[in-house]
């Protein structure tokens, strides 16, 4: 039988990765104190698709119900969970949680995540404690070849508050600016040559951390901006307090959510260039319910990641038996520990394995 396109099945190494991913992923988020939370993998897709959340409609994977509504595939946790917290009202502020997401943006339908949701905490203490998880969640998966890229959606929106741009034009700036693109921003805002000239500026905002205090020396007669970038100086510091000296910035980067409203964070692989977590900062998320609440959060790519680790391969026995030494050769196997222990019927491959023990004739001696 065929799947549909972007679907695929799983065996092996790749998946038993996965699942070590995910197992150490709960350990230490339950070290850290998050509680775990699940969301159904079906919702309603105005969930994901009003005003306060704006994921694009033909991205979901989408059916009718029995009643005429439009159901979905999960295609995002931070927007799911906001929906259960506001609707369990637990009183818990930090939450985990792992499993699928189903767009049809990427190479597949089907990705998974694993990450973290911190709701009613102050604005440093959320950004300082989610890099904090990152990176003592990177380093108990062994990965240590990464870079983590800062941003803050505050800049570019401080720009861009003199022009009077339509929900149209607006978009295409903001995908323009996220692509990197100086011809359309060059079109977009031709009537405004002081702001135009800020925005191609912000494009090539990138790179090393001096960049901050570059833009702290230009816009020091804008308190907001200078704030802004207080506010990520301070961050770039905490990462070096806990070692972390490959950081870069993006000051150009833009939000592609319209709930994300602070500081937004990247994780690269630097062996691959991957994106191995994001998140960021999404106070206007809980808009939607009447509800003034800080938010933020980061997912991690489990796919990307489980390529990206190394398992201990253990060493592999085989035991060999019969019918009637099967129960000897499982007796056999329960003394050895910290192998794979295969009982077999029949002569293995020899380099398959280590060490081969023969049970066969053991009855019979």
Not at 94 to 123: C, H, L, N
Not at 301 to 327: F, Q
Request: charged letters at 25%; a negative charge.
């Amino acid at each position: 039988m065929f799947l549909p396109d972007g679907s695929q099945d799983q065996i092996g190494k790749i998946l038993l990765k996965k699942q070590h991913v995910y197992q150490i992923f709960n350990d230490v988020a339950v070290s850290r104190g998050f509680k775990a939370i699940e969301t159904p993998v079906i919702e309603y897709a105005d969930t994901f698709t009003n005003p306060h959340i704006g994921m694009p409609f033909q991205q979901l994977l989408k059916w009718f119900d029995r009643e005429g509504e439009i159901e979905v595939l999960r295609p995002d946790w931070t927007t799911a969970i906001a929906r259960a917290l506001m609707k369990l009202n637990p009183k818990e502020s930090k939450w985990f949680y792992q499993g699928s997401v189903f767009t049809q943006d990427k190479d597949g339908i089907e990705s998974r995540q694993a990450g973290i949701e911190m709701i009613r905490t102050a604005p440093n203490e959320g950004e300082i404690e989610t890099l904090c998880f990152a990176i003592d969640y990177l380093s108990a998966v062994d990965v240590s070849d990464y870079v983590i890229e800062l941003g803050h959606t505050g800049i570019y929106e401080t720009i861009i508050a003199p022009l009077t741009l339509t929900v149209e034009k607006e978009a295409k700036l903001r995908l323009a600016m996220h692509d990197k693109r100086q011809d359309v921003v060059k079109d977009l805002t031709e009537k405004n040559p002081r702001v135009q000239k800020q925005l191609l500026d912000l494009i090539d905002a990138y790179g090393d951390v001096s960049i901050l205090e570059r833009y702290k020396a230009t816009y020091q007669a804008d308190e907001t901006i200078v704030t802004i970038v207080n506010e990520l100086i301070q961050l770039v510091n905490v990462l070096k307090q806990l070692g972390i000296d490959k950081t870069i910035v993006d000051l150009g980067r833009v939000k592609q959510l319209p709930y994300y409203s602070g500081t937004m964070f990247t994780g690269y692989l630097t062996t691959s260039g991957e994106e191995c977590f994001s998140g960021g900062r999404y106070d206007k998320l809980y808009q939607q319910f009447n509800q003034s609440i800080s938010a933020i959060g980061l997912a991690f790519d489990v796919d990307v990641l489980a390529s990206a680790v190394e398992m201990d391969e253990r060493g592999r026995v085989a035991i060999l038996a019969s019918v009637d030494t099967h129960v000897l050769a499982e007796l056999k196997r329960r003394t050895i520990s910290g192998k794979i222990v295969d009982i077999l019927y029949t002569e293995p491959n020899i380099s398959d394995y280590e060490q081969i023990i023969d049970l066969r004739n053991e009855g019979t001696k």
